[in-house]
């Protein structure tokens, strides 16, 4: 199978763009999440799900730190 077949038919992880440096994750879909996780956003700006693999991203001009 080439790059480009194995590309497109692996799966799609969501990135979501927050305004925190901290966020929470549950997978969504209610009951067939995962357990609520609080992810911190380091200084790559970003952070996965360990559960879901969702990336979330610090979006562009919103500070990292709290203060």
Do not use: I, W
Not at 24 to 47: I, K, S, T
């Amino acid at each position: 199978m080439s790059n480009a077949a194995l590309a497109s038919t692996a799966p799609k992880f969501e990135t979501v763009t927050v305004e925190t440096a901290t966020v929470a994750c549950e997978g969504g879909a209610g009951p067939l999440g995962h357990p609520l996780v609080y992810l911190h956003l380091g200084h790559d700006r970003q952070a996965t799900c360990p559960y879901c693999s969702r990336t979330y991203v610090l979006a562009e001009g919103a500070k990292l730190g709290g203060h």
